[in-house]
Nanobody
Framework: VQLQASGGGLVQAGGSLRLSCAAS????????VAWFRQAPGKEREFVAH????????GYGTSASGRFTISRDNAKNTVYLQMNSLKPEDTAVYYC???????????????WGQGTQVTVSS
């Protein structure tokens, strides 16, 4: 499956953004999808994941309570709604898909190109 992330941009602290991850390929609805992020000089960090049906979601510590992951399998798209953004949320955000519903980057076999999110103070 091929993934295309979009929706990043520049936003002020306290603002919101919605990221989208559009997939091609009929197997997408069978895959778990996750969002990771990577800031300059830092390791890639798990943000959120959702199982193949959307019935189960999970969040990393930094995202819990502020971000919401969802999916529309009819549109082959996963979303990440980000609210109450902070400067420390600044990073490149990547979506990834794979058969394993995990929190490690190695659990996912297909990756999008990333979309930049910049939060100004």
């Amino acid at each position: 499956v091929q993934l295309q992330a979009s929706g990043g941009g520049l936003v002020q602290a306290g603002g919101s953004l919605r990221l989208s991850c559009a997939a091609s390929g009929r197997a997408f609805s069978n895959y778990a999808v996750a969002w990771f992020r990577q800031a300059p000089g830092k390791e890639r960090e798990f943000v959120a994941h959702i199982n193949w049906s959307g019935s189960s979601t999970g969040y990393g510590t930094s995202a819990s309570g502020r971000f919401t992951i969802s999916r529309d399998n009819a549109k082959n798209t996963v979303y990440l709604q980000m609210n109450s953004l902070k400067p420390e949320d600044t990073a490149v955000y990547y979506c990834a898909a794979g058969p394993s519903y995990g929190v490690r980057s190695t659990d996912y076999t297909s990756w999008g190109q990333g979309t930049q999110v910049t939060v100004s103070s």
